[in-house]
């Protein structure tokens, strides 16, 4: 039953790019509005464990061979999921969220990522004391800035000078 | 009587550290309950208002002769901000707001920032290829992701860590 809500949500989600109703997804779902309210308590609640059990196991972290190419494809798709209507209702969905959900989102979007830089420290690419969750999150947390609070543009030309200043502080 | 609203909503702030009612501001004030709704629609149009109002006189900018130490001090003011009642509701009425106000925001709090990396280029510190403006947004987007997203601690190590990556792009 949770994973036919769940699938529900994010279905009638994907399909308007806005927050579903609980009448609809119950609908959708074969269940029973009161249950949905019972174990999620709203559809804020509902979209955000839809959201987070769809990223733990779907979230691909780039692997390309090339630290470089992997981080900038990092910020590509992380400009993707924030243009969407999807994503930039979970950013500012996460920001209403208590802290242990948001905790909880951070890990399962980017908890990976910093196997990117372990990758290439391993292969002897770049330094052993570059410090791998401070990389990831100088990548992504631009795009946060620019969604959530400046509106500036989240374009391609933002992405290549993100990704040149960052690679420049890491193959030093 | 516009001022002596603002300054009245800001008062009433920092000394609750809560959204102020819109009846406390006018009696404080002076005025009547209509006039503020008139004005500024809600008491957080008002708030709001009468922060960008604060910021543009009052945010100073660093200028201690390093421009290491004035990024190390810029960021060290930005946790300052985001841990404080005032920073922190900020930040998320900020969010709430129409785009018009968040650039009007983003402009009053860092627009003038850049001159910290403009300066050490006229005194030929640092290269004059340096994106000065992104340099900024580096600086500061991450407070903004722990506040408002992970929740994750801003204090002096994190602050250290960050002036540390940034300023190692910046150096090279």
């Keep these: 039953?949770?994973?036919?809500?769940?699938?529900?949500?994010?279905?009638?989600?994907?399909?308007?790019?806005?927050?579903?109703?609980?009448?609809?997804?119950?609908?959708r779902a074969g269940v029973q509005k009161s249950s949905i309210y019972r174990r999620w308590g709203s559809i804020e609640g509902l979209v955000l464990d839809a959201a987070l059990n769809r990223m733990q196991h779907e979230i691909p972290i780039p692997d390309t061979g090339s630290w470089r190419e992997d981080l900038a494809e990092l910020v590509r798709e992380g400009i993707a999921f924030h243009r969407s209507p999807f994503g930039a209702m979970m950013a500012r969905l996460i920001v209403q969220a208590p802290e242990s959900l948001r905790r909880a989102y951070w890990k399962a979007r980017f908890g990976q990522s910093a196997t990117i830089i372990a990758r290439a420290?391993?292969?002897g690419e770049i330094s052993s004391a570059v410090d791998a969750p401070l990389v990831i999150e100088m990548l992504v947390a631009p795009l946060y800035l620019r969604s959530l609070v400046t509106g500036e543009p989240l374009d391609d030309d933002f992405?290549?000078?993100?990704?040149?200043?960052?690679t420049r502080a890491v193959s030093k």
């Design 121 to 123: 420290q391993e292969r």
């Design 1 to 27: 039953v949770r994973e036919a809500v769940l699938a529900a949500a994010l279905d009638l989600l994907g399909e308007t790019g806005a927050l579903p109703k609980v009448i609809d997804v119950a609908k």
């Design 159 to 166: 992405a290549e000078r993100l990704v040149d200043l960052v």
